[in-house]
């Protein structure tokens, strides 16, 4: 016979759970599965916003640089004319040279060379030289090459120096009150014994003394060789030079002249970079903002 609380409820056997308190621990549904509506209810969850970044206003992009006009193109023509004109007549004056100084009656114009007294340091030049050049005996190939393009240096070093007199850029070649310090800063500079480099617009002291140096010298160079020439013809231009012999060695010591400035020149154009180089194709360069303008300085002459 089954016992019955004073509730009426049955007594639970000992060791057995009340039914309240089997139901309080019998898992429910909502504890056992995921309800049915758990997608709608965390649908109606807000999802987050995604952040959108706000673009600043960036100020505008200014230019750093600016394209200059540099060499006028006349300019240009006359110096790559020159190059090889130049180097022509060097080679044939080199054919014309060793006629005259190197030969079987040793003549006196063989003492061409650096040294003291008795005492020679170096000839000009050594038999390998001559060898190298294919000189021995063509001094009458030298002579045609040499007299046909000193016609043509004569007349390009006139238009050049017509040309920048009339145009006005003798204002950047001829040298002024400051250009000798100015050569003395650069030179410091290039030997590395200071980091001072004197401001320029086209050029600097150094190039206006050296280019200036330059078309004295191949007025030099006309001169003397007339004197060479025609020595009897021209005789006053021969005496006021000194003399036959002093005549040649002047054209001679001009024409060493060139081949250093020639040397010196290719190597500043290299060091320079690639910048300068196109501006003597081109004729424009590209510069800094900040740099004076060589074409403003050009209109400012009026």
Request: proline fraction near 9%; hydrophobic fraction near 45%.
């Amino acid at each position: 016979m089954d016992e019955l609380g004073n509730n009426g409820s049955p007594i639970p056997v000992e060791g057995e759970p009340a039914p309240e308190a089997a139901n309080d621990a019998t898992p429910g549904p909502a504890e056992a599965s995921p309800p049915e509506n758990a997608p709608a209810a965390m649908a109606d969850e807000p999802r987050p916003v995604p952040v959108v970044p706000i673009e600043t206003q960036r100020p505008p992009v200014l230019p750093q640089i600016r394209l200059d006009k540099k060499h006028p193109l006349a300019i240009r023509w006359m110096h790559w004319i020159n190059f090889p004109v130049l180097f022509t007549m060097i080679w044939s004056g080199l054919l014309i040279y060793w006629n005259d100084s190197d030969n079987a009656y040793k003549h006196p114009h063989a003492v061409y060379r650096v040294g003291l007294g008795s005492f020679t340091l170096v000839r000009f030049f050594p038999h390998w030289f001559w060898k190298a050049m294919n000189a021995p005996y063509h001094v009458t190939e030298g002579l045609g090459y040499h007299f046909f393009f000193a016609w043509i240096f004569a007349i390009n070093g006139l238009l050049y120096l017509l040309f920048t007199i009339f145009s006005g850029e003798w204002r950047f070649v001829l040298p002024d009150r400051k250009s000798l310090i100015q050569a003395i800063q650069v030179t410091l500079k290039d030997l590395h014994l200071s980091n001072y480099l004197p401001p320029q617009t086209k050029y600097n002291g150094a190039q206006k003394i050296a280019y200036t140096s330059i078309i004295l010298m191949g007025a030099g160079s006309l001169i003397t060789g007339l004197a060479i020439y025609k020595p009897t013809q021209a005789h006053w231009v021969t005496t006021l030079l000194g003399g036959y012999e002093m005549a040649r060695w002047e054209h001679f010591l001009l024409t060493m002249g060139f081949c250093g400035f020639f040397v010196v020149h290719v190597t500043q154009v290299v060091l320079a970079g690639w910048n300068n180089f196109r501006s003597m194709v081109s004729g424009l360069e590209v510069k800094p903002l900040h740099e004076p303008s060589i074409e403003a300085e050009r209109k400012s002459w009026g």
